[in-house]
């Protein structure tokens, strides 16, 4: 899960990156935020798309996170 407190870390991480440069520490850190980002927003992505269900034409309903997400 990703917090407020690491999106800010983010951003300071970038804007700091923009002015100064970061230490290699610091493009270590930034490199596992981003990661931990993107990973919480596939995660979401997953969830949100395995609970679209799409009704056919015959009336009946196709709950494609069971089709296909493996739910």
């Known amino acids: 899960m990703i917090t407020q407190e690491m999106i800010d870390r983010i951003n300071e991480l970038y804007h700091k990156s923009q002015d100064a440069g970061l230490s290699e520490e610091e493009k270590q850190e930034q490199q596992m935020l981003r990661k931990k980002y993107i990973e919480a927003i596939r995660t979401n992505m997953r969830a949100n798309l395995n609970q679209i269900s799409i009704k056919e034409a015959d009336g009946s ?11």
């Open 61 to 71: 309903v196709t709950d494609l996170g069971k089709k296909y997400g493996g739910v």
